[in-house]
Every structure is written in C-alpha cells, then in structure tokens.
C-alpha cells in the first residue's frame, strides 16, 4: 500500500508562485510513475501533470505547459509541482497518485491510471 501526503498549496495572487510537494511512503517509490491532478468545484478531476519513475519524462495538458512544472527527488520519496505565473482558473484542490510498472520512460494521464491518490491540497487564485 502507497500513501500519499501532499502539502504546499495555499492562496496566492494572479502571477505568484507555488510548490506543492507530496511524499510518499514505502520503498519502491522510485519505480513509481507519478502524477498531479487537479478538481475544481462543480468539475471532473482533471490531468495536470505526470512523471516517469526515472525521472527521465514528463507530460504536462496544454494549459500549464511553460508554466508548471513536474520533478521528484526519489532520495526522499517526493514528487513537486511548481506551478508559476497562476492564474485565477488554476484555483482547485490538487492531488498527486501513484501507480507502479510501466518502463523508464512511461508517463500516464488518466485518473483510472492510478490506485494510489492523496487527500489533496487546496490551491486558490485571487484576481
């Protein structure tokens, strides 16, 4: 069993930045492939970001690329989101998972794609 525990989030300002971090308990983290989501209200949970477990690949949905970005540090079990220039329309609770297999470079997007998901950290986004 997988658990995550994301931290980071907060209300900030149109144009600030945030980190979000999310660490994760057992040994095999480093062979997880991990992702970050995100749910508005009123709205389905949504893709934002994904990593491979090597680190080596990434994948961002169009609207964030060049501004987030995904990375984790195996040595201590955490995965970040670093999400710069937000946006009023980024305001959403955001949830890292965790799903274990897929090759070196494997990246996966779909909520059905992994088991493993976090209580979530509320990020909001004033005008």
């Known amino acids: 069993q997988v658990q995550l525990v994301e931290s980071g989030g907060g209300l900030v300002q149109a144009g600030d930045s945030l980190r979000l971090s999310c660490v994760a308990s057992?040994?095999?983290?480093?062979?997880?492939?991990m992702g970050w989501f995100r749910q508005a209200p009123g709205k389905e949970r949504e893709f934002v970001a994904a990593?491979?477990?090597?680190?080596?690949?990434?994948y961002y949905t169009d609207s964030v690329k060049g501004r987030f970005t995904i990375s984790r540090d195996n040595a201590k079990n955490t995965v970040y989101l670093q999400m710069n220039s937000l946006k009023p329309e980024n305001t959403a609770v955001y949830y890292c998972?965790?799903?274990?297999?897929?090759?070196?470079?494997?990246?996966?997007?779909?909520?059905?794609?992994?088991?493993?998901w976090g209580q979530g950290t509320q990020v909001t986004v004033s005008s």
């Open positions: 990593i491979s477990w090597s680190g080596s690949a990434t």
């Open positions: 057992g040994r095999t983290f480093s062979r997880y492939p």
């Open positions: 998972a965790a799903r274990s297999g897929g090759s070196a470079g494997s990246v996966y997007y779909t909520v059905e794609s992994y088991p493993y």
